[in-house]
C-alpha cells in the first residue's frame, strides 16, 4: 500500500526496513478464520492474545507509549516496529492452526470460502477508497486554487505527503496484486468444489490446502524478492587491498572504525572479519 523503496515510490514513515511488515494477502483469511472459528486452548489462546498486542505496541498511541514512560530496560530502548517479528510469528502461528482445523473441520471448507469473499471485498474497498480520495482531493485542489482567502487549504493539500496525488495511485496499483491473489484463490476454490473426480472430491480440502500453500509462497516469495535479490557476491562484497590487509592479519584480530559508513553494521561478516562493538 506505501510503495517500495525498489521501485522509489515509498511514501510510508521513516525507512522502509525499519517500519514494514508484511504478511501475506491470503493470511488476512487464515487469521479471521482464526479469532472465530479456531477451537480455544492454552496455545491457540496465546497467539489470538499476542497478535494484537504486537500491533498496538507497534504503533503510535497512548498504550505504546507507556513502554517509553515506564522506563523498562531493553524495552524502552528498543525500536517499537521491531516487535513485528513477533506479530508475524504469530500470524503464522495462527494460520498454521487455522489451516489443520480446516481440514479436520467438516464445515471448514464453507467456512474459509466466505471469509475468503470478506477478505476479497474488503483489498477492493481499500482500492477503491484510494480512488475516491484521490478524487476527493483533486476537487479540493482545483475548488481552492486561485482564492487568496483558501490559500492555507491549498498549501495543506500540495505539501502534505500523506495527501500527494501520486500516493493515491500507488496505493491503488499496489492494491491489485492482492486483489488478484484472493481472485485466484476463490476461482481455485470454485472448481475444485465443482470437480466431479472422485479422487479431488475425496482429497478437496487437501489440494485447497495446497493452493494456499502455493499462492502463499508466491506472494511472500515475491515481496522478499523483490526487497532482498539474489545477486552475485563480488558486486556487493567486493574486495579491496584495504580488505585483503585486515584479512590477512592473524588471529585473533578485531577491528574498530572511526567511521560507521567505512564498514556498516554486518558487512564484515562477508569477509570473515570481527568487530570490537559486537552488534
Same mark, same amino acid.
Given at each position: ?92 502461528? @495462527? &494460520? #498454521? =492452526?487455522? !489451516?489443520?482445523?480446516? *481440514? ?5 471448507? +464453507?467456512?474459509?470460502? /466466505? ?66 491473489? @484472493? &481472485? #485466484? =484463490?476463490? !476461482?481455485?476454490?470454485? *472448481? ?5 473426480? +472422485?479422487?479431488?472430491? /475425496? ?77
Amino acid at each position: 500500500f506505501f510503495g517500495n523503496p525498489v521501485t522509489r515510490n515509498y511514501w510510508g514513515f521513516l525507512n522502509f526496513s525499519e517500519t514494514s511488515g508484511f504478511l501475506g494477502s491470503l493470511t488476512l483469511t487464515l487469521i479471521l478464520f482464526s479469532y472465530i472459528y479456531l477451537r480455544k486452548n492454552r496455545i491457540t489462546f496465546f497467539f489470538l492474545v499476542l497478535l494484537p498486542i504486537t500491533l498496538i505496541l507497534t504503533f503510535d498511541n497512548y498504550i505504546s507509549h507507556i513502554i517509553y514512560q515506564l522506563k523498562i530496560p531493553f524495552l524502552t530502548s528498543s525500536y517499537a516496529t521491531r516487535i513485528l517479528f513477533i506479530t508475524t510469528f504469530s500470524a503464522a502461528s @495462527l &494460520s #498454521a =492452526f487455522a !489451516i489443520d482445523q480446516f *481440514i479436520k473441520d467438516q464445515l471448514g471448507e +464453507k467456512k474459509l470460502f /466466505k471469509l475468503a469473499v470478506y477478505s476479497w471485498a474488503s483489498f477492493v474497498g481499500i482500492a477503491i477508497g484510494s480512488i475516491l480520495v484521490s478524487q476527493i482531493v483533486q476537487n479540493i485542489i482545483k475548488s481552492v486554487s486561485g482564492k487568496t482567502h483558501l490559500k492555507p487549504v491549498l498549501d495543506f493539500y500540495l505539501n502534505d505527503k500523506d495527501f500527494a496525488l501520486s500516493n493515491f495511485q500507488i496505493a491503488t496499483r499496489n492494491s491489485l496484486l492482492p486483489i488478484l491473489i @484472493l &481472485s #485466484a =484463490f476463490l !476461482i481455485y476454490f470454485l *472448481i475444485i468444489g465443482n470437480v466431479r473426480l +472422485k479422487f479431488i472430491r /475425496k482429497y478437496s480440502k487437501t489440494f485447497l490446502a495446497l493452493g494456499l500453500f502455493v499462492l502463499i509462497t508466491f506472494d511472500l516469495g515475491r515481496y522478499f524478492l523483490k526487497f532482498n535479490p539474489f545477486v552475485a557476491q563480488n558486486l556487493i562484497f567486493p574486495s579491496t587491498p584495504a580488505i585483503e590487509f585486515l584479512k590477512n592479519k592473524g588471529e585473533p584480530f578485531r577491528l574498530g572504525r572511526e567511521h560507521a559508513e567505512v564498514l556498516p553494521p554486518n558487512t564484515w561478516t562477508a569477509y570473515s572479519l570481527q568487530s570490537l562493538e559486537g552488534y
